[in-house]
């Protein structure tokens, strides 16, 4: 019950859970898993978890061509040793010695990746045929929790690697904010804020300054796209509003994108993470006379140094 629980539960050690199952049901004095190493492609076993006796070696290992686990994975067979560290002289110093270490290999997808053991460290008992029949079952478990770590593992990795990348994104958005922030306070450039409806809700002063409106015009939403778009340009920009509603609707939002549908209109990479960005480019018409606008509806007409850049933000 133990082990299907920590099967279960993603907070709990389970290679641990299984080092105590295995301490619990043998009745050895020390018990643990051995695992082979990745970062150096298997060269070594290491000790993820122990229980009884030897816990306090916890981490430590033996090497794969010349050691226990590694005889065991040669030999692709269950193996008891007696006082081991005789074969293993590096093993003398690890105390309390082993009077006897049942070593039983467990596999992922056929092949071996480590092993679970049990020690005694007196002639209390002898490991019997019933130990061996209880660990290869265990090891089945081993398999089972093996996986699941490294599935956690890897999960981990990925919510890792998500974070940093929403972070880039963060940081790259936050300084592109301040990058057109600076540019509209500069006023070199009209700069508008619209809705696809025709309502423009911000703009610069250049901007006001060129359509020949002020601020408490804007405040008071005086001021609409639809009423400054020269007539000839009337049904494209239909057209292309169309398109760009059908692109929200549809919640087309693939940063990096962009779309040239009619002249005038081109629509790239989403504003704000949501929203899409719509530049338009005024043609190039002869210059005003030298009279002040009327503010009556008529074509508006921008001279040659006087490009207007307007961001379009979808808010219905």
Known sequence: MALASALLDSQSNILQTLAETILDVTQCDSSGLSLLTKDDGGKRFYWPAIAGMWSPHVG????????????????????????????????LPVIPAAEECLLVPFYVGGKAVGTIWAIMHSDRRKFDAEDERLMSTLGQFASLAYQTVESIQDLKLQITARERAEAAVRELANGLEVKIRRLVDANIIGIVIFTLEGQIIEANEAFLRIVGYDRADLVAGRLRWTELTPPEWCDRDARTVAELKMMCGAGSRTAGSSIRSVPG???GMPCSGSEPLVRKQPPKLPSPPASERSRAFQPLCWGESEAVFLIVINVS
């Open 60 to 91: 430590g290992g033996t090497p794969r061509d010349f050691g226990p686990c590694g005889d065991v994975l040669d030999r692709n067979r269950t193996l008891l040793f007696q006082h081991f560290e005789r074969r293993y002289p590096y093993l």
């Open 265 to 267: 209109f081109r629509a």
